[in-house]
């Protein structure tokens, strides 16, 4: 089975923005939010974009081809959902379930995801935390409308990974886009949306009852630690999260580099961040090659047992895997 590109799927955001449409070849007055590169979602599928399996949905392809595409998956479908976000506003302040609340009162997964940043403000900050004490602390500050009162911020730049798990009070803020990876799961609660009103003078729905059964109080999220795997004269490999749903890499490539799987028998997802290059792989006695340039997601099947990363000068990656 080969490598494979997916055509990117943008979504309107009213938060969104417009500086990442030439990347993703959007043409639209429309502000875009997210581009989903990667997703078994019915909310946001991914189709093929080219090759032997064009025009197949990423469902359709790992029904098609479980060994290569799906492996040993802790969700019936591709259980990764990886976008590329840009807030030119404020998202709302959220928070998603874990599985367990989620199958019982979404009939979907629950979300933990984590953010790579690609670019932030000189002093950027997102909202990360909280300081409510109590359920009856949030209800009273959602009352009397001091939510925000109660936020935490985390500073961010260029190049930082936001770990975020299920249960997480969350926000990223004006002026920030990140590269984000998911479990596959679209629920999300709001719990403040900075007051805005639409042109009828109404605010976006909130959930702030579900949101109570999921927060919690008195807990402070451990945060994850970039620890370097390799580094040479052809590659710097940084371990930068590992969770039960995902582990996360970045890739510093100099030069042309042999990448083993990161788990034998599942795929990996190599996302190109900056610069332009090539993957290469043998597929039964063939060579087959894909370009790669900023934006672009590639599925690398788990029947490979590696594959080679080409760069023209350098290229920087980054590499997910369940």
Avoid at 18 to 44: R, T
Avoid at 104 to 119: C, I, R, S
Avoid at 137 to 166: C, E, F, I, M, T
Avoid at 224 to 248: G, H, N, W
């Amino acid at each position: 089975m080969y490598p494979v590109k997916f055509k990117p799927v943008p979504m309107e955001r009213i938060w969104g923005g417009h500086a990442l449409k030439s990347m993703f070849s959007v043409d639209s007055e429309q502000p875009i939010g997210e581009y989903w590169v990667v997703s078994g979602h019915p909310n946001g599928m991914s189709v093929v974009a080219d090759g032997p399996h064009a025009g197949q949905t990423l469902t359709a392809l790992t029904e098609r081809f479980p060994e290569a595409y799906l492996g040993q998956s802790p969700q019936p479908r591709f259980p990764l959902l990886i976008k590329f976000l840009e807030a030119e506003a404020d998202l709302s302040v959220q928070i998603h379930p874990d599985d367990a609340y989620a199958q019982a009162n979404e009939g979907d997964f629950g979300k933990t995801e984590a953010w790579y940043v690609l670019d932030a403000k000189p002093d950027g900050v997102v909202n990360y935390g909280h300081s409510f004490d109590s359920k009856a602390s949030y209800q009273a500050a959602v009352a009397n409308g001091h939510v925000r009162d109660y936020l935490k911020y985390q500073n961010v730049r260029a190049g930082d990974l936001v770990y975020v798990p299920a249960r997480t009070l969350h926000a990223l803020l004006a002026g920030t886009k990140v590269l984000e990876i998911q479990q596959t799961s679209d629920v999300t609660y709001r719990v403040y949306d900075w007051d805005r009103k639409d042109e009828n003078g109404q605010g976006r729905a909130l959930h702030v009852e579900k949101a109570a059964d999921v927060l919690q109080y008195g807990v402070e999220h451990a945060k994850m630690t970039r620890s370097v795997l390799r580094d040479d004269e052809k590659l710097r490999q940084s371990r930068l999260a590992t969770c039960p749903y995902f582990t996360i890499d970045e890739l510093l490539v100099h030069a042309q580099v042999t990448c083993p799987l990161g788990h034998k028998g599942n795929p990996d997802v190599i996302i190109a961040v900056e610069g332009h290059g090539q993957l290469s792989c043998d597929v039964d006695g063939e060579r087959h090659t894909l370009r790669l340039k900023p934006g672009d997601a590639v599925l690398v099947p788990g029947t490979l047992s590696d594959y080679e990363l080409i760069p023209d000068g350098e290229m920087t990656l980054v590499r997910t895997f369940y």
